[in-house]
């Protein structure tokens, strides 16, 4: 027969469950090593093992070093990804980041109002620092901008995406989808 898991762990691990849940439908992630005192693997071994219940949807995202756990019944892994990104500090990191993201998966440029929402909620003032700060660092020098017929700002990798493609998308956010009724 089976040895029981601890109780101890197990009153742990409802609550780790919990507060994930919780900073999940808050749209946002927790850092792993805030609920969990053991390593990465072990906690996997925990969630995934199949001698606790309750911890199916708990998942794990790595970004910039760090690993952070979120419910995927509550949130997309790509929404998790954001949310982590959003935890840094590094403005120009996060932004740089989003935009080769987007321009690799969707593929799509970025609109710089797009750090000023969920879950980034920087002021307009923040990112166009870090913009500016992004065209001067040569770790970011696939980083490009460019603008829409309204004057909207837009970035997109050009390790990803053609020029020429990604100024037609820019302006089909930016101004073609609103005349297309």
Known sequence: MPESPDP???ARLDALADRVRSASRARGVVRLDDVWTGTEEEFLQVARG???SGLEDIA???DGGRTYVYSERLMTS??????????SED????????????????PRPTSVQFFCGAPYFLSPDMVAS???A?????????IRQLRASDGSLYLYSAEHMHPAYAQSLA????????QNF
């Open 171 to 178: 302006e089909w956010d930016a101004v073609g989808r609103f």
């Open 91 to 106: 403005l120009p990191y996060i932004i740089a980041e989003t935009v080769r993201s987007d321009s690799v998966v969707y």
């Open 78 to 87: 790509q929404y998790a990804l954001l949310a982590a990104r959003a935890e």
């Open 8 to 10: 101890t762990l197990l």
């Open 60 to 62: 794990l995202i790595r």
């Open 130 to 132: 870090a913009v500016e």
């Open 134 to 142: 992004l065209s001067s660092d040569p770790q970011y020098a696939d």
């Open 50 to 52: 199949g001698a606790v």
